[in-house]
């Protein structure tokens, strides 16, 4: 895990990484992230459900401790860094980046994407969606597990040869965190030919148009947490009820009181 101030170089590309809990963060445009992925890597996005989830799940602290790249994709954690005397410039959402990523590569046959996630039939529907618009087939595969993939061997197995055979060389993944980040993590290394992986949670709907994304203005003064609860109440309202833990737990950190759930070499 990089510290607060630890400067890295790649493709040209400064950024400043910095630690949000037993987490860290990049300071990442979607532009920047597009050029960093030029070179391959994992790519999370961090928000407070992840960081609720990664005071209680060792796995998925071992998978963010292993990720190339995470970037910011919530308001709240960005005013937390500066909270904490942390502050990070920039913020990209995955679901800014997955389309910023198919639009740029459009033309270009040597990225192929597979989907993996969303309800049946939602990532074909954002397949086709996106092949339409690229005028070509960049999607060249799409499947929608069931709930219990990341617990289901033969399952994952089944989906591992799908997306091997299909020839993919980027794999989006959204399955909810914290189980699309753990199944990244535990199988990335049977993917031989997949060079870039992301771990986005609802992307696959918002590119399938099964879920409509809240308007420009609310996502870019930090509202679209509301649009998502009033739309999709079942699905938010309790996973927003519980970032108040995260707004306790940076205040504690801010104090220097908080004490990481998971320390020593079992946490790496």
């Not at 996005?45 to 796995?59: A, C, D, G, M, V």
């Not at 801010?254 to 070499?265: A, H």
Request: hydrophobic share 45%; proline share 4%; charged share 25%.
């Amino acid at each position: 895990m990089g510290t607060n101030t630890e400067v890295r170089q790649a493709r040209g590309i400064s950024w400043r990484r910095a630690r949000v809990l037993n987490a860290w963060v990049d300071s990442l445009t979607v532009a920047d992230v597009l050029e960093l992925l030029e070179d391959g890597g994992v790519l999370f996005t961090i928000n407070p459900e992840h960081l609720y989830q990664l005071q209680r799940n060792r796995q998925f602290v071992r998978a963010y401790a292993a990720a190339t790249y995470v970037s910011c994709d919530s308001i709240y954690v960005y005013s937390a860094l500066k909270f904490l005397g942390r502050g990070i410039d920039h913020r990209a959402s995955g679901s800014d980046i997955v389309p910023a990523y198919w639009r740029k590569h459009a033309d270009n046959p040597a990225v192929r994407i597979f989907l993996l996630g969303a309800k049946p039939g939602v990532a074909q529907a954002a397949r086709e969606r996106i092949n339409r618009l690229a005028k070509r087939e960049i999607i060249v595969g799409a499947h929608s597990p069931s709930f219990t993939l990341l617990d289901d061997e033969r399952e994952s197995e089944a989906a591992i040869d799908m997306i091997n055979a299909s020839g993919a060389t980027c794999l989006i993944v959204g399955l909810g965190a914290p189980k699309q980040e753990i199944w990244i993590h535990r199988y990335r290394d049977r993917l031989p030919g997949v060079k870039v992986l992301m771990g986005v949670g609802a992307t696959i709907d918002y590119e399938a148009d099964a879920v409509q994304r809240a308007p420009k203005w609310m996502r870019h003064n930090g509202l679209e947490w509301i649009h998502r609860v009033i739309t999709e109440p079942r699905r938010y309202a309790l996973r927003y009820a519980r970032n108040t833990e995260f707004f306790w737990l940076a205040f504690l950190d801010r104090i220097g009181l908080y004490k990481p759930p998971f320390v020593g070499p079992s946490a790496e």
